[in-house]
């Protein structure tokens, strides 16, 4: 029996997934969650073997949620959820450790081979993913600008364009509001953007962001 902790913050995402995972004989769902602080908590908790977690979400990304999951040693195999297209895949998020990725528009039957693949310990790349990273090594490009950015600097750009102030932000990953200007100018100046609307529309362009209206 596969048991399986589903993380998005889009509800109608996690009743899409629930619904064609929770039909299967060998999955069972063991818990959800709306955020990646309470994803870990449950993580913690049911330790399931498998979690699918959506990259961004209010708070803590799936990024770091991940991050932290490696780090504690714990068994659940992570599957990052992207909404990458035709747009360069961001290599960052492969080094966060989970061992497979998805994008939203994947079939009922690439979710089910994912998490069984996953859930033995195999890593599994979305078609769509597979190719833009195939793309970026054959072109000699690094792929995508976010590749630039440490996990942490990723983790403030992604809080920036949900809208929060330096001081939440500092609060949220322990860091002081000067400390978290800084790695916000040095990202900026690592993306060459000058604003955060700039910022959410490379995000958007690479996978990173739902759409341009999660500004603010």
Partial sequence: MINIVLVDDHELVRTGFRMILQQQPDVRIKGEAGTAEEGLRLIRT???DVALVDVHMPGMSGIELTERVIRAKLNTHIIIITVVDDARFPKRLLDAGALGYLTKGCSADELLVAVRQVASGRRYLAPAVAQQLALATLDGNSGSPFDALSSRELEVAMMLVRGKPLTVIGDQLS???KTVSTYKQRLMEKLQVEHVIGLA?????HGLLDAPNQVG
């Avoid at 529309?201 to 362009?205: A, D, F, G, I, R």
């Fill in 46 to 48: 049911l330790a399931p």
């Fill in 175 to 177: 860091l002081s509001p």
């Fill in 201 to 205: 529309h490379l995000m958007t362009v």
